[in-house]
T-cell receptor
Framework: NAGVTQTPKFQVLKTGQSMTLQCAQD?????MSWYRQDPGMGLRLIHY???????DQGEVPNGYNVSRSTTEDFPLRLLSAAPSQTSVYFC????????????FGSGTRLTVV | QKEVEQDPGPLSVPEGAIVSLNCTYSNSAFQYFMWYRQYSRKGPELLMYTYSSGNKEDGRFTAQVDKSSKYISLFIRDSQPSDSATYLC?????????????FGTGTRLTIIP
């Protein structure tokens, strides 16, 4: 059981480049979310999904796109990278809504120069 | 003002001491309260999950919720060096479950051997 797998672990991008952060879970969880973590800001929700084909925006969605074509995968796309998107990105999944906690991946450290 | 406030620390205590970590919140509709532990360069992991007011104990950890004061606490008894980590409180907003958690900024804790 791998849990939540994020790739890559580290990435450096130039301003204006695009890329996709990958997230996969093997626990058959319905709920998946993307968070970014910045010093002094805590974890902030970018996008989330409550099932395949269903996504919605979180607190800081601008500059990011998501899709959920399968239960297992929930990629996060940066459309045109900006230095403000330098952060640590965490993907998380949960079995359900009330009463269940999230399982987090180990994170992707992204630097935009 | 943030919906969830948490003292960022850092907090350093000697091994064996009792640790008290706290969060305050402003939204009286929050229903479920969680504590996550995050080791350096790792994703958060769920530590405790409580609903409504009262105490919940799990080994050396006790989670306490006081909804009348909008205040939650995590107590660690007989603290160990392995407890050194950042502790994040989290709670769910009204009408949502785990898919839209609101996190505190985290308290960095160091247990000194």
């Amino acid at each position: 059981n791998a849990g939540v797998t994020q790739t890559p672990k580290f990435q450096v991008l130039k301003t204006g480049q695009s890329m996709t952060l990958q997230c996969a879970q093997d626990m058959n969880h319905e709920y998946m979310s993307w968070y970014r973590q910045d010093p002094g800001m805590g974890l902030r929700l970018i996008h989330y999904s409550v099932g395949a084909g269903i996504t919605d925006q979180g607190e800081v969605p601008n500059g990011y796109n998501v899709s959920r074509s399968t239960t297992e995968d929930f990629p996060l796309r940066l459309l045109s990278a900006a230095p403000s998107q330098t952060s640590v990105y965490f993907c998380a999944s949960s079995r359900g809504s009330i009463g269940y906690g999230y399982t987090f991946g180990s994170g992707t450290r992204l630097t935009v120069v | 003002q943030k919906e969830v406030e948490q003292d960022p620390g850092p907090l350093s205590v000697p091994e064996g001491a009792i640790v008290s970590l706290n969060c305050t919140y402003s939204n009286s509709a929050f229903q479920y309260f969680m504590w996550y532990r995050q080791y350096s360069r790792k994703g958060p992991e769920l530590l405790m999950y409580t609903y409504s007011s009262g105490n919940k104990e799990d080994g050396r950890f006790t989670a306490q919720v006081d909804k009348s004061s909008k205040y939650i606490s995590l107590f660690i008894r007989d603290s160990q060096p392995s407890d050194s980590a950042t502790y994040l409180c989290a709670m769910n907003p009204p009408n949502f479950g785990n898919e839209k958690l609101t996190f505190g900024t985290g308290t960095r804790l160091t247990i000194i051997p």
